[in-house]
């Protein structure tokens, strides 16, 4: 792999990683440097990758984990910056984006408990299976799910929706 | 045993020279080519290594232990070298120092070559055409923009081209690799290990049975034909808009992953192939048989067909 | 509160963007530290990353040929055909002027083992390649420069795709085989034009 090829990778999904640490440590600056270190393991990593699965699943499987090291090396930053968080988000939303109702929902999004907001941004927003957060959280499957349903009513009621049918 | 002193050598040249020189002196003339014949004692089991730029080389293998070469040279070209060094005999034409040739046939050497018919051979050619018979040992052939014609004698072949095709009977070979830019690829027989690269060759294999396969393209298509994978035998091919066509003998016991981005998977056995979850293309993956080989297909734009059986 | 323009969770969370750019290009710093010495990778886990670090699962064979030679070998690394016996290097030697000053055009490896060797071997072979080139008659020459552009074309091809679909192994595969076909190319002409070359006699 060349150093250009693995830029045009870096290109194709920084946005991704960078929108899964963002949510996962409510710090815009931590953001940074947890995808700055991601994209560096995944490039170490590069010669066990297969090729089979998703690319996106391997980064953000290395992402989460980069995260889950932050915070054992870094307790004190637990403080999560909304307003820095808002307009991160805000920036990436298409313009006619109706962006009060989803900035509303990532301000919810991020007043939630650690582990309900961990799981609902990996199963809810980017789509993984219980399965694959539960193996990235390190968590039990069962624990996923209950924390999934934690999550999910917790936002019900802060933003009136109605809950899915569990 | 080995009759190329230097002193000879430096005769030979002196004498060719001689020879030449009134071509040199007067331009003006047509040069003709003259008959050029040499022969020297080869080890039969040796390695044989022919290089020329421009005209024709034509290998045969034979039963006697030695090297003949005979055939014309142009007028331009300086000499022919042929030495032997204890197992190795090499046959070398050589052009005058500073030129590359020119593209008219003062720079040819037109050679019939035969070696002892168990020799390793290694010819590296730049636009001279190759015809090429009854040789056993191993073959490795490169060229320019020169013509590979004839068969592989049964071993194992390692030929590349940048813009000549490739013609090759294999049949008894165990192991080909292949390399082209743009020359067009005609391969037969080899059964078992088969290494393919193209750039914007076609390349159509007719091949035995598989162990192992890699095929990668860029924009040639490539099409093989082979009697079936072996157990655990793997059949790799990548293509960026090339179309890429595996037809087998038998059904395969493999696993198959075949990814298209945008180009059409059509197969003939096991099930349709699907459009992707996440993104666009398509997928074709499924146990055929008992599984154990592997057959995996990537292409960009180019389509893949995959077929086995009648 | 505002009203929800969702009818559930599901669908307000799916629709949330799972992109989001950060506010600075993040890529200097990373290509900086992916192309710093071989310390990081024995401080980033041991034997184990040194173990992984400098060999590279590739499926196309000539760089899986390379992965077991010595890094003084570029032979391994650049060459097809080890058979020859003419490393890269040597092909060099013979014919190469000083080496060319590395290029933005030139590509940069971060396999920090072969850092500097490769991109100035890289660098040389391209320009033994654009010598070689010379050589030859116009009509081969014109093939071969034809079949560099569809190589780079079905580059360019390949990432622009990649930046609409990221989640595709299969174009990052065949990305890397273009760039080895790229390398190939060189060599293959490199290797092939050498009985061109003005003999001693």
Known sequence: MEGQDFEALYRAHVGQVYGLCLRLTGQPALAEDCTQECFIKAWRALPGFEGRSQMATWLHRIAVNTVLGLRRRRPGDALRDAALLDDAIAEALPSGDDAPGTLDLEAALDRLPQGARDVLVLVGVYGHSHEAAASMLGIAVGTSKAQLHRGRRLLARQLGIGMEAA | ???????????????????????????????????????????????????????????????????????????????????????????????????????????EAHLKIRVPQKSQLEVSLVSADLRLAGVAGTAHLQTVSGEINGDGGGGDLEVASVSGDIHLSARGSHSGRFKTVSGDLVISGVDGDVQLSTVSGDARLTLGTLSRAQLSSVSGDVNVTANGLAAAGQLAADSVSGDVGVHLGAVPDADIDVQAFSGEIHNCFGPKAVEEQYGPGSRLSFRSGKGGGHIQIDSKSGDVTLCAGK | MTTPRFTTIEDALASLPRAVQPARDLWPAISRELAAPPADVALAGGAAARDTAPRFALKSWPLALAASLAVASLAGALCWSVWRERPAAALVARTAPAPAPVTARTLVNFEPLHNAEYVSARSDLEQVFNERLKLLAPATRARIQADLETIRKANADIRAALGKDPASPLLLKLLQNTGQQEIDLYTSVAQTTEPMLARRT
């Open chain 2, 1 to 107: 045993m080995n009759a190329n002193t230097p002193k000879n050598h430096a005769m030979r040249c002196a004498t060719l020279t001689a020879l030449l020189l009134p071509a040199f002196a007067l331009p003006a003339l047509a040069a003709a080519s003259r008959p050029f014949s040499a022969q020297k004692p080869a080890d039969p089991t040796g390695t044989v290594e022919i290089i020329d730029v421009e005209g024709s080389i034509d290998i045969a293998g034979w039963d006697q232990p030695s090297v003949e070469v005979t055939g014309t040279i142009g007028a331009k070209v300086e000499r022919v070298d042929v030495a032997s060094s204890g197992n190795r005999t090499t046959v070398r034409v050589v052009l005058p120092r500073g030129s590359n040739g020119g593209g008219d046939d003062d720079y």
